[in-house]
């Protein structure tokens, strides 16, 4: 107990006393694998500002989002609500998608904004553009946004330069539709993109939000959702050709870069020891491109699949003064950071059914964590299957597996396997086989109590869960799509300026 009590005063004393509200500043990088990063393991990564952050810091092992791919992982991450209640399935969204992130749902800039924060979004988006960009950042409580409203790969690239001098864009993208736009708050600063100088714009932008930030004596919230590692991979002057990994490994030290830039931004402005800085992934890696899409490690499968490689994902947080260096085993979501950051700020929930829970003891005291469960959701989440695999501490059970095309170029079978029904559900304890490769036997006493449990924990939690409606059912409307001359003709293929 008093233990307990202790640490329960030295969080109140963090939030209460300091000198000012703590910062915030997370960073997401787009389908980077668990086994990407140097600190993961990977034996030729250049990422030593993440590595450093993770010696610093505090390194999660069991860090999960809540879907293998890009649009409902970003939703949950903002709302700390399954992508399933805010409607953000199936896929994702697109150019001329009529839905996005409901205006209902209160994102984390939401959150802290009524104590005065400054609220900045910086890179990919995804949640949505709409009818006179009414599913933009800056309708979802963020004071000011620079980015791609949706992926950067949504727009014809056989012709853009990803790598100087100019080497062309690895691939198609999506040929039928505009140019891929750099929009700042509502309006397009440039169609198509330059991704040479694209990091640099980025970093430039944040450095100077913070800077004012800091000159203002406003607590701020930065959200940074990179483009890397994503297909199209792409890198400017200070990595193309740096790394030993091709463009795979000149993206990820590109935003690597950029990582270092905005630690150094915060020692620079004097507030690196009230910030909390949080870096995780959105989804598991995109297996098909081979040595352009990376790797998950140990991990089975990659993006678009339920196994641990589409959605386990790499995590650190770096709070100088505040979180003792180390590594933690202990369970952890996307879903949790709304809820700690409105703890750290000393902010009020939203009157909605969360499904994060408070991690501060996990960073702050390297304790427990309060999540006992964690919720697996496929691409194409429906009612009429519900979850397809549920982890109740260190066992995970599978009810449905399926493979993904975004998977499909491994040599595991599963990865690319069409759906199958699993009763009872395959059973993995993921603390001595977290690679998922052998299934325990169910026959056995101890194996039929956890099924007991992982059926009554389904049950509860199925019938807790309400789907949203579909944004994605909307459908499209090609004048939807974002245009910097929006007169001209023909389209798509005008929209350049």
């Not at 002057?237 to 590109?254: C, K, T």
């Not at 505040?322 to 700690?340: N, Q, R, W, Y």
């Not at 950051?341 to 909605?352: D, H």
């Not at 989440?381 to 995970?396: H, I, T, V």
Request: glycine share 10%; with cysteine.
């Amino acid at each position: 107990m008093g233990s307990s009590r202790f640490a329960f005063f030295g969080i109140l004393l963090l939030c209460t006393c300091s000198a000012s509200p703590p910062n915030f500043v997370l960073l997401f990088a787009d389908d980077l694998g668990f086994g990407d990063l140097g600190c993961y393991g990977h034996p030729s990564s250049l990422t030593p500002n993440l590595d450093r952050l993770a010696a610093e810091g505090l390194r999660f092992t069991d860090f999960y989002s809540t879907c293998p791919v890009c649009s409902p992982s970003r939703a949950s991450l903002l709302t700390g609500r399954y992508q399933t209640r805010s409607g953000i399935y199936p896929d994702v969204l697109y150019p001329g998608s009529i839905g996005g992130l409901p205006l209902n749902e209160t994102t984390i800039a939401e959150v802290l904004k009524p104590l005065g924060y400054a609220t900045a979004a910086i890179g990919k988006w995804h949640l949505g553009l709409g009818h006179n960009g009414m599913f933009l950042p800056t309708k979802q409580g963020f004071d000011h946004f620079l980015g791609i409203p949706y992926s950067h790969d949504m727009g014809p690239c056989k012709n853009l330069t990803c790598f100087p001098p100019d080497i062309k864009c690895y691939g198609l993208c999506d040929i039928g539709s505009v140019a891929v736009p750099l929009m700042e708050n509502e309006i397009i600063k440039q169609q198509p993109v330059n991704f040479l100088d694209l990091e640099k714009t980025y970093s430039d932008f944040a450095t100077n939000f913070i800077t004012t930030s800091v000159e203002k004596k406003q607590p701020f919230f930065l959200y940074y959702p990179s483009h890397h590692t994503h297909y199209p991979q792409y890198a400017g002057i200070g990595a193309a050709g740096q790394s030993l990994r091709g463009p795979y490994g000149d993206s990820l030290l590109e935003f690597d870069n950029s990582v270092g830039h905005l630690v150094e931004t915060l020692k620079r402005t004097g507030v690196i020891n009230n910030t909390l800085v949080f870096f995780t992934s959105d989804n598991g890696p995109e297996l098909m491109r081979r040595s352009r899409g990376g790797i998950a490690g140990p991990l089975k499968c990659g993006k678009s699949t339920t196994y641990e490689g589409g959605m386990r994902e790499p995590a650190i947080a770096y709070w100088p003064g505040t979180i003792k260096p180390g590594v933690t085993h202990e369970m952890a979501s996307t879903l949790d950071i709304l809820p700690t950051l409105a703890r750290l700020a000393g902010a009020e929930l939203p009157p909605v059914m969360l499904d994060g829970v408070d991690m501060t003891d996990i960073l702050v005291n390297q304790g427990k964590s309060k999540r006992e469960t964690v919720m697996f959701y496929p691409v194409n989440p429906s009612e009429d299957y519900g979850l397809f695999a549920l982890r109740l501490g260190k066992y995970k059970a599978h009810f449905y597996t399926q493979g993904a095309f975004h998977s499909s170029t491994t040599p595991d079978k599963d990865c690319s396997a069409l759906r199958e029904t699993h009763d009872p559900p395959l059973i993995f304890d993921l603390e001595a086989d977290p690679c998922e490769l052998y299934a325990l036997p169910v026959d056995e006493s101890d194996i039929q109590s956890v099924l007991q449990q992982v059926k009554t924990v389904k049950e509860q939690f199925e019938s807790s869960m309400v789907f949203g409606e579909s944004q994605m059912a909307k459908g499209k409307d090609p004048s939807l799509e974002p245009c910097c001359n929006p007169e001209c003709s023909p389209k798509p293929s005008c929209c350049h300026c």
